[in-house]
């Protein structure tokens, strides 16, 4: 059956591979492909100076067509979406584009939040198992008597290469070092995705260089200011995290100092 084509059509059709409406379903695909977005769960967004471009929600990622991408307008990213009693709901936004029989994002006010606060130019969020167990390793250490690696709400790592694919902070030059710490917030999961909005918020703002949120028992939000960046980014932490797993089998501590013990404070 053809399918019906409506003037918004225009803003998903290029042949260019980079166009947000190709590269989200190419992005999305590919997370597919690693185990992030299995399940219809997690997705990605993209903002422009024009406009912001959205995967649908409840549908197969690794399937997603241009044709399916909802589209806002820009400046639809510049609103506070953290109060909950004031928020608009995902739903009754003005898009420019909404496919038909498609569901809009409950990630979206999350994404909006992350292009408000970082003027980031891509927000990606995914289930990775990775991610999640990091966060249950954590909740776990911090509810028994056996030594925490770290803070139960802040994922810390050092002395491990992959650390360079971070960046340092959005005013700082470089990317973070080998003996440097990363460190990543966690925030506690809610019923509802949307939800999520104000504790993000929150995090992102007591952590201003964070390039990530993680989500316990959810998975994890990541931005940059390009999709090159903010992918980069999520497969660094993806790596990180499951090498944090497999090391906490063996008891070796994610954070040493220089001399390759575990600070005692």
Known sequence: MKEETTDSDALVRSDDPLHPANH??????????????????GGASICTSDHVYLAPSGVQKELIKPTDIFILPASTAQHDYSNKS????????DYLRRPPN??????TPLFMTAFRLRNAGCCIHTHSQWAVLATLLLDRRGHTNKPMYNDPNVFSISFIEQIKGIPRGPDKEGNLGFEDTLRIPIIENTSKEEDL????????????????????RHGIYVWGDNVAQAKTICESLDYLFQLAVEMAKHDIPWVKDRYGEEPTT
């Not at 498609?102 to 990630?107: D, N």
């Open 24 to 41: 989200i379903p190419t992005l999305c695909a590919h997370f597919y492909s690693l185990g992030w977005v299995t399940g219809t769960g």
């Open 86 to 93: 004031k928020r608009i709901s995902h739903h009754d936004l």
């Open 102 to 107: 498609l569901t809009p994002s409950a990630c």
């Open 197 to 216: 909005t104000e504790a993000l918020q929150n995090a992102m703002i007591q952590w201003p260089d964070t390039y990530a949120v993680l989500v316990r």
